[in-house]
């Protein structure tokens, strides 16, 4: 994995990406976003303030006029009679509005006295004031217009003579028409001929009714508006920038002194620790001398990884005393799966001297060390015990109980008691010392060789399964007694079961059954029974490979919930046994020094069926170890191979006869001269000990070179 480290940033970056430029950046755009908004409200007020300025001008302006006139002027026959004539006319003669020829109607209004006063009026007014144009007019509700009576404008473009009407925008009638008095009087709408206007007004002249008859108005174009508006808007602007970038000046230089700086010590300082622990320093308070004083979250922040560093430093030390702890836990563990492993039958062939029978076993725990335990063993020559049994719970609780349990029932089947008696007695004596209140199922039975006839007794075990010759393999349910431990005083129950040559017996715990899969749907004793079917005609150790091939197989790789333990005998009755053609028994395997004990085993279980003392067994021991260990270190060097063993005892006197083979370059141990034993160990020659210690063991030693092997024979009168 690559070494990451904090790299120096370059100029560019540090004006373009690091925290101080974010920083300016981030206020320039909050400056920017406030100013946009401020200018849109500012210009949007501004714009508001002066249309109500032109309005309120326009407004009060009418409404002078309109009371100068009620004072000074009669404008009703004026207006009436340009009433009258507009109201005689047809459509057809209205649409000529803007003729000479509809002119020449309201021509003799414009000759009367009122009139030219009402024209000089509004002149002056208009000329006073800034609006853009100042007139008389009444509104045709009804028809949406507006028909002038008086404008002192004369321009043929923009002026509009007596009876001139136009249409007016929609609802602008009403508001005129209809207004209350209230506020002032106004109008926005766009024309063709002006553009944008405003148009303020005052009521003049009233019918019999009360209703209005003509207003003063005033017209103003919004162009002075939007010329002032944008005046407004660029010096708005400008002071705008100058103050944005003056604040983000400020505010990056106060922001850098009182956040970067202190962020970048915190940074240094981690980048520091960081260093520190890459290079094995013992260095300490990186971040506790950095004294930072702000009085804020960075504060806060400091102090935190002052006591994250001295976390840090404490959960080390921690972890490295737990791993070491569980350094030692796992190799004691390993130590108690060995232990395990080593108090059960292991050696394939079991019993190299015989051949009345077959026998394979297999555990595999569901922890380091499981409760489950099997054993087999002769009682004497005819007898074989058998022993299969499930320690409640898991783990080193149950690996100790199950050795326990596995020695006293060993015990106790040796003295020749029958299995319901075997198991009443160790359930006594279990009893009586059971605080942790643990128990084992036991299955236990002794099988008798010669006639097959198999005697048990089962303590809450699963059921055997039983196969005869040629046959199927059948479940036997048969009588269940309770559990050993559970309660004392219990009676177990005895049955019998006739195993003819050729038969097996299929011994299991409840990890088998109930094996899962993904889905948790258990394995089952029926699909136990159909995984057995194949493994009909096959040895004891093939049915179990079967089985738990089928088991992997079912389970897909879920985790294992029990520990699984399986025993398979094949009964051959008393005729096979008697091996007249090859005595020797044989056992390959990797020449290695692992493979010492298995080798020592497969010779001790030989021994053992002959009645070999035990002085002499373990003389026997002390050659094996010696010779084979010698072909593991110095046939093969450098590189490995098999070597073979072979065992086998007979004649008279009664001889163990011993044989070492192997395929490794060509050695004789016993052509070196013996070394001299009177000689300090500083006078004699290094090596030849083990081998000389070997020779005065064993009655009898020779070597050959035959086939390309090595071929080592020792023999040893069991005497």
């Not at 109607?105 to 009139?115: D, M, N, P």
């Not at 299995?419 to 128990?439: G, K, S, W, Y």
């Amino acid at each position: 994995m690559p070494e990451k480290s904090v790299r120096d940033m370059t100029k560019w970056e540090r004006m373009h990406h690091s925290l101080a430029a974010h920083i300016f950046h981030s206020v320039n755009f909050v400056a920017f976003m406030f100013g946009l908004i401020s200018l849109l409200m500012g210009v949007s007020l501004y714009a508001f303030a002066l249309i109500g300025q032109y309005v309120a001008e326009g407004f009060n302006l009418s409404k002078t006029a309109a009371r100068f006139s009620e004072r000074m002027l009669d404008l009703d026959p004026v207006i009436s009679e340009v009433h009258r004539i507009y109201s005689s006319l047809t459509d057809e003669q209205l649409a000529e509005v803007g003729t000479e020829a509809y002119h020449e109607r309201f021509e003799h209004v414009t000759a009367e006295g009122s009139y030219i006063s009402l024209m000089k009026m509004l002149s002056e007014f208009q000329e006073s004031s800034d609006q853009n144009d100042f007139y008389l007019a009444f509104y045709d509700r009804a028809a949406c217009r507006l028909v002038y009576v008086a404008d002192p404008d004369i321009s043929e473009a923009t002026g509009c003579p007596v009876g001139y009407w136009e249409a007016a925008d929609e609802g602008e009638p009403e508001k005129f028409l209809d207004w209350d008095g209230q506020g002032r009087l106004y109008h926005i709408s766009r024309e063709e001929r002006y553009g944008w206007i405003c148009t303020t007004g005052y009521p003049v002249c009233h019918d019999m009714d009360g209703s209005v008859i003509a207003f003063f108005m005033a017209d103003v174009t919004l162009r002075e508006v939007w010329s002032g508006t944008w005046s407004f808007l660029w010096k708005y602007t400008l002071a705008l920038i100058i103050a944005g970038v003056l604040m983000a000046l400020l505010s990056t230089r106060h922001m850098q002194k009182r956040i970067v700086t202190p962020i970048n010590r915190i940074a240094e300082a981690a980048a520091s620790y960081v260093r520190d622990k890459r290079k094995g320093t013992e260095v300490h308070g990186h971040f506790e001398q950095l004294q930072i004083t702000t009085g804020d979250e960075l504060e806060n922040l400091a102090l935190t990884m002052a006591d994250m560093e001295q976390d840090l430093v404490d959960y080390e030390t921690y972890t490295t005393r737990i791993t070491a702890e569980k350094e030692r836990l796992s190799t004691e563990l390993a130590l108690a799966a060995r232990i395990q492993t080593d108090m059960l039958p292991g050696v394939d062939p079991a019993f190299p001297g015989r051949s009345d029978f077959d026998i394979y076993a297999v555990m595999t725990p569901a922890k380091e060390v499981g409760g489950d335990f099997y054993d087999f063993f002769l009682i004497d020559e005819d007898h074989l015990g058998l022993v299969m049994a499930d320690v409640s719970g898991k783990g080193i609780p149950a690996a100790l109980y199950m050795m326990g349990c596995k020695i006293l029932l060993k015990i106790e089947a040796m003295s020749g008691k029958s299995p319901a008696e075997v198991l009443a007695t160790a359930n006594t004596r279990i009893c009586d010392a059971n605080q942790e209140e643990m128990f084992v199922t036991v299955w236990f039975g002794v099988l008798d060789l010669k006639s097959g006839r198999l005697t048990a007794a089962n303590a809450g075990h699963e059921y055997p399964v039983l196969q005869k010759p040629g046959g199927r393999f059948e479940l036997i349910k048969d009588k269940h007694s309770f559990v050993v431990g559970g309660l004392p005083g219990v009676k177990y129950k005895e049955y019998e079961l006739q195993l003819e040559p050729g038969g097996k017996l299929f011994l299991y715990t409840d990890g088998l059954p109930e094996a899962t899969d993904r889905n948790e749907q258990l394995f089952g004793t029926d699909q136990m029974l159909k995984a057995l079917s194949p493994a009909e005609d096959a040895s004891p150790r093939e049915v179990l490979e079967t089985v738990a091939d089928a088991v992997e197989d079912y389970v897909d790789g879920a985790p294992q919930a029990d520990d699984l333990t399986m025993l398979c005998l094949e009964y051959r009755g008393p005729e096979a046994g008697k091996d007249r053609d090859d005595p020797m028994k044989e056992i390959t395997l990797d020449a290695t020094i692992d493979n010492v004990a298995a080798v020592t085993a497969f010779a001790d279980e030989v021994l053992e069926a002959a009645g070999c003392p035990m002085k002499i067994m373990m003389q026997i021991d002390v050659v094996i170890d010696e010779i084979f260990s010698n072909i593991s270190m110095y046939s093969y060097a450098p590189g490995t191979g098999q070597a073979t063993f072979g065992i086998a005892v007979g004649g008279e006197p009664k001889t163990a006869t011993l044989r070492f083979s192997d395929s490794g370059k060509p050695f004789d141990p016993l052509s070196r001269e013996d070394p001299d034993v009177h000689l300090s160990l500083e006078e004699r020659e290094a090596g030849g000990l083990g081998v000389f210690m070997a020779k005065k063991m064993m009655d009898e030693m020779s070597y050959e070179y035959k086939d390309g092997r090595n071929i080592l024979t020792a023999r040893k009168i069991l005497l």
